[in-house]
């Protein structure tokens, strides 16, 4: 196979410090930022400004899906570029009439909407959710504890967990929370008010926590009975990250019947744009008109760029059998992650997850991290990996994320788990 490491750059600087203060005095300090300055990279390497490379399992949380500077994309966006980058949606042009053609194949009959990020995308299935209720006066969509769908008010207001709340109230009115992968709790919430339910199927800020098989199938049930929209936040586990396009496919592919579940909405973003901004949702067929004209829109959604990327991601990811890929080189990664478990019982409690969307949660009694006592065990451990030359992403206060490209090739996988060891070891 083609060596896809990068050289380091031409010119070494160690401008850290001076482009850490551009970020100090000119950037707005909403992210706690790692110390790393990023220069370039290829494939799942990456080099920051100083010359060091890293090893990148974070895949820019799940965005990434092709790697660093993959051709493919460089060639579509320069291809398309050349023709039209934009045109607003007062008119039609073929890259969006294709993705979305592609992305009803890939899930069921439905019609797509396109958008620019995740967040949006579940802007847009809340919107649904409304219009679907309005007419009987139902307007609440019931999400679940821990859950995470993006950052917009009514995205925080959906989102199970109390810190992205904090500070912003009063919170967007008709939105409640209930433990997740549990139905009876999700029942008993249901109100006169109720019109939908959203669920991620792979929790993954909330340190990835795989739906269970009867939770889903019962969710499609409950919400047939009581006439709820079934919403999937399908903007981190979807896109062929579990091994299937989206995780409920995965998750239901060995039940009987999984096969025929279908959500009522799905967003998508992250790997759908590789890097390039683009988000989307998917609406099954009953429910595709509901937004009619002049319900919704932006500006920028689905341009002819953006969409031209998506459908060379998805080219690519079917002509290398990247589905596939995941889901190997995943269930290896997994595997020789429960090995570390075994064998460093005080430090990992747990792994979860499916294909290349993968958890390892620290354990509670672990022994002290070297670092900043303020910061989460979880960002302490992520800095120990950055010095051993491996990037990941923390979830939560003890969850360590691993979310590579799709293409991540087995020595990839097995070299960064030798730098995980490295850390392990040291610490015991
Ligand atoms: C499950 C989920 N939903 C929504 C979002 C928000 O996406 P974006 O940051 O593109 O707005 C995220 C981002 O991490 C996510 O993980």
Not at 208 to 223: H, M, W
Not at 294 to 318: N, Q
Request: glycine letters at 10%; hydrophobic letters at 45%; charged letters at 20%.
């Amino acid at each position: 196979m083609k060596d896809i490491v990068p050289a380091p750059p031409p010119v070494v600087r160690n401008d850290v410090a001076a482009i850490q203060t551009l970020f100090q005095q000119n950037v707005v300090p909403s992210y706690g930022r790692f110390d790393l300055v990023l220069s370039h990279g290829a494939g799942c390497s990456l080099y920051d400004i100083t010359g060091r490379r890293y090893l990148d399992l974070g895949g820019g949380i799940a965005v990434n899906s092709l790697g660093h500077a993959h051709p493919a994309i460089t060639e579509a966006l320069a291809e398309q570029s050349r023709k039209i980058i934009y045109c607003s949606n007062f008119y039609y042009h073929e890259p969006q009439g294709r993705l979305a053609q592609a992305l009803v194949s890939l899930i069921g009959p439905g019609k797509c909407f396109f958008c620019n990020s995740g967040v949006e995308a579940n802007e847009g299935l809340f919107k649904l959710a409304r219009k679907f209720g309005h007419d009987e006066g139902r307007f609440e969509i019931l999400t679940t504890l821990n859950s995470f769908h993006g950052r917009t008010l009514a995205a925080i207001a959906a989102t199970g967990q109390e810190k992205v709340k904090k500070g912003f109230a009063p919170a967007v009115p008709g939105f409640r929370h209930v433990p997740f992968n549990d139905l009876k709790a999700m029942r008993e919430a249901i109100s006169p008010a109720t019109a939908a339910i959203m669920i991620e199927g792979i929790q993954g800020e909330g340190g990835v926590l795989p739906a269970t098989p009867d939770y889903l199938l019962g969710l499609r049930r409950l919400c047939d009975e009581k006439k709820l929209l079934l919403l999937m936040d399908s903007v981190q586990c979807g896109h062929f990250r579990s091994g299937r396009f989206q995780s409920y496919q995965r998750i239901l592919e060995a039940v009987p019947g999984g096969e025929t579940f279908l959500p009522d909405g799905i967003s998508m973003a992250k790997s759908l744009g590789g890097g390039f901004p683009i988000g989307a949702f998917w609406v099954r067929a009953p429910y595709a008109d509901l937004l009619s004209a002049g319900s919704h829109g932006t500006t920028y959604g689905g341009s002819p760029l953006a969409c031209a990327v998506a459908l060379k991601i998805l080219e690519v990811i079917a002509r290398e059998n990247l589905a596939a890929n995941a889901r190997q080189v995943g269930a290896q990664f997994k595997s020789r992650l429960e090995e570390l478990a075994r064998k460093y019982p005080a430090i990992i409690q747990k792994v979860r997850g499916l294909g290349l969307m993968l958890g390892m949660e620290l354990a509670p009694a672990m022994p002290q991290l070297p670092g900043d006592p303020a910061k989460t065990p979880a960002v302490r451990f992520i800095n120990l990996l950055h010095a051993a030359g491996l990037l990941a992403i923390p979830a939560g206060t003890h969850v360590i994320r691993f979310l590579p490209p799709l293409n991540l090739r087995p020595a990839e996988a097995e070299e960064g788990l030798k730098m995980l060891e490295s850390v392990l070891a040291n610490l015991v």
